[in-house]
């Protein structure tokens, strides 16, 4: 399956024209264009990738994101091309694409092979993964694995852990362990930050995605070694690669690259529930200025006022000037789309961001279908909100899967999570979510707004001096 990225499609006449100019170069020179060349002169570049939280997923206005996905944008922008992307599940058939000239660049969290690949290259490494042993913080942390003595310690069957585990027993010939058939890592972290299990074998970019739903998971040791991702090319043509090195050696020096590393491995700052103090004061010098226009938008749509500026809080603590690492801005944190979407121009002029994001939340409630109840239509909205409507149906299959009320919220907040993890995304409509980060926002919002009914009920009014306008 194909995705045009960023860009409208090329007219069919510019397309066959480009192609006739290829033909024509490769007709008059007396050797044949590089692939770079081919490249630009067509204006596209064709990446493969893989739907997983490493690469490349749907986000919240079912726009693509990732940290492969945002790497190859910032390359093809940098080409000055279109950017084609093609989704494969397993990677014999990424690398098959690249070997029978289907795609130009692979680019799926591949992990540089320590013995060459017959007709594959790989680019720079931009990222290196450690093996951590995890264990939650308050328990027991062992220093090395020979003092994991009897707690209990579970990896996935068939994972690198398990086999790094084996490795170890030579050295440590009273090492025991549970090899889980049924899990994968980020459910052994869970059954760690649960207390179920004592430890769990982890990669960092797997432990940091974890941490933001469990900030008390911890890491003991580090085991030696790393994997290193890098992008895979044919070797038939160093032209590519040659300027593939080049855009990373940019992007480092620029620091985008450790921008991109920290918007999708540091999340989690925005999750947080701000302490009692800061809301307080929020609430004194923030709120007067604004209520009106959340009263005037939240009574345009149809919602408590309250719970639109609950809303606002909690994306940006109700700062006009807050933006995100993913662009959003705004009150409202609205994305440069959903702006668009809601006929939003300048997303940092508070009124109209807090105009936008109930016009935007109302788009969202209208799709909730109507026989939901409420509230449970009103949280749905909210989780929708934030991961996007398609991950929240997702996880409303699944929950019926399973017997349970997909039209329950209570229901649904335990199967969200599940989006995060390969086994259940991988059969789900819209793959990979951070299933964890819809559930804590329903939360908080829900815990800001019963704050504001308790401190402002309705029948108080806002200062005289805030105009309604």
């Not at 852990?161 to 025991?176: C, D, F, G, Y």
Request: glycine fraction near 8%; aromatic fraction near 10%; hydrophobic fraction near 40%.
């Amino acid at each position: 399956m194909g995705h045009w990225i960023r860009r409208k499609l090329l007219l069919p006449s510019l397309k066959l024209s480009l192609a006739g100019l290829a033909a024509g170069l490769l007709g008059t020179c007396s050797t044949p264009p590089d692939l770079l060349s081919q490249i630009r002169t067509l204006g596209e570049l064709r990446v493969v990738t893989r739907n997983s939280p490493n690469a490349f997923f749907s986000g919240p206005d079912d726009e693509p994101e990732g940290p492969e996905y945002e790497l190859v944008r910032r390359f093809a922008d940098d080409l000055g091309v279109q950017l084609r992307v093609t989704l494969r599940r397993q990677f014999p058939d990424i690398y098959g694409m690249l070997k029978d000239g289907h795609a130009d660049i692979a680019a799926a969290a591949l992990t540089v092979p320590s013995t060459p690949m017959r007709g594959l290259d790989f680019g720079p490494v931009y990222q290196r993964i450690r093996e951590h042993l995890i264990y939650r913080r308050g328990g027991f942390k062992p220093r090395s694995l020979a003092e994991v003595g009897n707690y209990h310690l579970e990896v996935a069957a068939g994972s690198s852990h398990a086999r790094n585990l084996r490795e170890q027993r030579s050295i440590v010939p009273t090492l025991a362990w549970v090899e889980n058939g049924n899990t994968e890592a980020l459910d052994l972290l869970q059954q760690v930050a649960d207390g179920e299990i004592d430890f769990t074998i982890a990669d960092s970019n797997e432990f940091a995605q974890a941490r933001v739903a469990n900030p008390g998971l911890d890491v003991a040791f580090d085991f030696a070694g790393e994997q290193q991702f890098a992008w895979a090319l044919s070797s038939r043509d160093d032209s590519l690669l040659e300027e593939v090195r080049r855009y990373f050696a940019r992007v480092a020096l620029r620091g985008d690259l450790g921008e991109i590393m920290k918007r999708y491995y540091g999340r989690g700052e925005n999750l947080r529930f701000a302490g009692a103090q800061s809301v307080m004061r929020h609430i004194q010098g923030r709120l007067p200025v604004l209520r009106a226009w959340f009263e005037a938008a939240a009574a345009s749509v149809g919602v408590d006022w309250r719970l639109l500026a609950a809303i606002g809080y909690q994306e940006s603590k109700w700062d006009p000037a807050a933006a995100s690492a993913n662009g959003a801005q705004g009150i409202m944190q609205l994305t440069e789309i959903s702006a668009q979407r809601v006929k939003v121009a300048k997303r940092a002029d508070a009124r109209a961001s807090i105009f936008g994001g109930a016009r935007y939340f109302k788009h969202v409630l209208e799709q909730i279908p109507d026989h939901v109840p409420q509230p449970d239509r009103t949280w749905f909205a909210l989780a929708a909100y934030n991961v996007g409507y398609g991950h929240l149906e997702d996880a409303r299959v699944l929950t019926q899967q399973a017997g349970r009320d997909p039209d329950s919220w209570q229901d649904v907040r335990e199967y969200l999570p599940l989006l995060a993890q390969e086994r259940w995304y991988a059969n789900a409509a819209n793959g990979y979510a951070r299933g964890w980060e819809p559930v804590r926002y329903v939360d908080n919002v829900r815990a800001y707004r019963d704050l504001l009914e308790w401190l402002i009920p309705s029948n108080i009014a806002p200062p005289p001096h805030i105009a309604n306008n």
